[in-house]
């Protein structure tokens, strides 16, 4: 493929004797952006890492821009720009201080430096800001800046981090916005999420990654056919309900939720026809149990994830301590 | 890319990594610069040294001229201990943050991002070493020595920073926390003690004296009090000056050289 950006093959990483990655595999296209969602601790941030440079590979190989991440790692980092989870700037530092050092270390011509740092800052909405030390700003404001210093080199592929971890869903989707510019200006993206609609709404096409192995890739409607059209959802009383309703249904219902809760759910995977919904609901009455209430629904990557990985790919809202915002250290 | 290459790549390259290093210059001493916390622990604890070294065990060190005139010289390389520390805790936050992974996804050499953290610790001890020099001679401290025994003197201090400061920089790599990068001065620091930065080295035990002459702080301290006070007691002078501010400098350039390579080795390899 001549228009692949970044190739992955057989992707292998251990830490100590804990295998982290077990052949990842994946292909990010010129232009394109490539969600790879996953849960805590999937291997998202070891991918980025191998991709990027930062990391040698046990086995596998890969290519970005062309080039071998192994054996022409300078080059790659000549093509690439890194946004990792973690935020990389100098909190003592002014924005405007930040992306300057960025900008000339990224060979951003001496006398363009102002001029891009400037385009920026207006970017990303701190224009205002910055001239105020980065320790004053919010996380959602260091993330933006974080953010810009990624740009600023024009990279041919972009890595993001999950980029939005921990941020307000107002912040989220500002971010959303810059992230869609820059790729409407020819940037390839490779992004990490944990966040279902993130993917959905950022990314041409998406990477499922469980345990160390991507257990899907296609785009959302393409992942989204594999688990059938629709679901019929029901809210159930109890287990003992939702035990019935899956013997009864044993080729359609959902079988990784959790059923030990105080209301269980279960859904029931439809071509979303009149016909058989009807014929679905004719079956969950025969079977005598009664649902609190029920839905006809589009399937959603949970349902995605739930199918092909068997279990939830459950994200917390939290952010986890110490994987997104540095706190700064004693002023 | 950007790159406007007008030159041989080979060229092009230098250049490039010689203003990387200026851009990593200039940023450690921006850093440096608003850490006034560790700019005052690091000058503010040498003068209290030298203060006492010469009010309260002055009087009891049996030396035929005033003792500041022994002492300064050892204090005043204490001072590089002191910045020691500043220094690989700021090479260790740049490790544990997400900052080492974006410098290395960067064209930059790694040794640029260390040689910043060093050019800060040279400014930083500019400051703190003028201030400490400064006491002393406010309290007595009389140097004796012409334009050549001074240029000498600064340019092995000079030296002698920067060595401590790679030193510094690889502590600070290998570090997983700022309290063990700052254990570095620890180190650094104990050297002066055992050498003749404040008694000469036949007042030591015997079981000392052979460490406290063969380590690397006594002929900087001896050169340095050669050069500065040639009329100290003890203070080497003629030939034998000569040889042992080559040793001295012998020992800056081979752990700066040590040091600088193993740091930049670590941080690359470091993850
Ligand atoms: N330096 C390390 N040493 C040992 N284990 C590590 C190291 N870095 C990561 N791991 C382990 O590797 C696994 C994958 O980690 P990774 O950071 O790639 O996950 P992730 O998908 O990015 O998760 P998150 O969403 O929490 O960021 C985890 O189990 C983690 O504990
Ligand atoms: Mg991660």
Not at chain 1, 157 to 186: I, Q
Not at chain 2, 253 to 263: D, P, R
């Amino acid at each position: 493929m001549t228009d692949a950006v970044v190739v992955a093959e057989g992707l292998h990483k251990s830490y100590g004797d804990t295998p982290v990655l077990r052949g990842v595999g994946l292909t990010l296209h010129r232009g394109e952006v490539l969600a790879l969602l996953g849960p805590n601790g999937a291997g998202k941030t070891t991918t980025v890492k191998i991709l990027s440079t930062l990391l040698p590979l046990d086995g596998g190989s890969a290519t970005v821009a062309g080039y071998d991440v192994v054996r022409d790692a300078a080059q790659v980092r000549r093509h690439i720009s890194l946004t990792g989870q973690q935020v990389a700037l100098d909190l003592k530092a002014t924005g405007l201080e930040n992306l300057t050092m960025i900008a000339k270390l990224s060979r951003v011509p001496r006398r363009q430096v102002k001029a891009r740092v400037a385009e920026l800052l207006d970017g990303v909405g701190l224009a205002d800001v910055a001239g105020r030390r980065v320790a004053t700003y919010s996380g959602g404001m260091r993330r933006r800046l974080d953010l810009a210093a990624g740009l600023i080199a024009r990279p041919r592929v972009l890595f993001l981090d999950e980029p939005t971890t921990g941020l307000d869903p107002r912040s989220r989707r500002d971010l959303w916005e810059l992230v869609r510019d820059v790729v409407a200006g020819g940037t390839s993206l490779f992004l990490t999420t944990q966040y279902l609609e993130e993917a959905d709404e950022l990314a041409d096409r998406i990477a499922l990654i469980d345990h160390g192995v991507v257990a899907a890739q296609g785009t959302a409607d393409e992942l989204k056919r594999r688990v059938g059209q629709a679901r019929v959802e029901l809210d159930l009383a109890d287990a003992a309900d939702a035990l019935r309703i899956r013997t009864a249904f044993p080729d359609i219902a959902d079988t990784a939720s959790d059923t030990s809760a105080a209301s269980p759910t279960v859904a029931l995977a439809t071509d979303g026809s009149l016909a058989h919904v009807r014929e679905l609901i004719a079956g969950v009455e025969s079977t005598g149990v009664v649902p609190a209430s029920w839905r006809l629904r589009e399937p959603t990557l949970d349902d995605v994830f739930l199918t092909l990985t068997g279990h939830a790919a459950h994200a917390p809202d939290a952010p986890e301590p110490g994987t997104t915002i540095t706190q700064e250290k004693a002023a | 890319m950007t790159t406007t290459t007008t030159t041989t790549p080979r060229l092009a390259g230098l250049r490039d990594a010689l203003a990387d290093a200026a851009t990593m210059a200039g940023r450690s001493l921006r850093l440096a610069s608003r850490d006034l916390d560790a700019m005052i622990t690091a000058t503010a604890v040498p003068v209290m040294i030298l203060l006492m070294f010469t009010f309260v065990f002055g009087g009891a060190m049996a030396m035929d001229i005033d003792y500041i005139q022994y002492a300064t010289p050892g204090i005043i390389l204490l001072c590089a201990g002191f910045g020691a520390a500043s220094t690989a805790v700021a090479v260790e936050q740049d490790m544990s943050g997400g900052m080492v992974d974006r410098l290395r996804s960067l064209p930059t050499r790694p040794w640029t991002v260390l040689f910043g953290h060093v050019a800060a610790a040279l400014a930083k001890n500019l400051v703190t070493t003028g201030v400490v020099f400064g006491v002393a001679v406010a309290i007595g401290f009389r140097p004796s020595a012409g334009v050549l025994g001074w240029l000498g003197a600064v340019g092995l201090l000079t030296l002698f920073v920067a060595a401590i400061a790679w030193v510094a920089a690889f502590f600070g790599v290998i570090a997983r926390t700022p309290d063990a990068a700052a254990a570095v001065s620890f180190v650094v620091m104990f050297l002066p003690y055992v050498s003749s930065a404040f008694v000469p080295v036949d007042t030591l035990p015997t079981w000392l004296r052979g460490f406290a002459q063969h380590q690397p702080v006594t002929p900087v301290i001896e050169t340095v009090r050669g050069l500065l006070v040639p009329g100290t007691p003890g203070a080497v002078v003629g030939d034998q000056l000569g040889s042992t501010a080559l040793v001295a400098i012998a020992w800056c350039v081979g752990i700066g050289a040590v040091f600088a390579a193993a740091a930049t080795v670590a941080f690359r390899r470091r993850r």
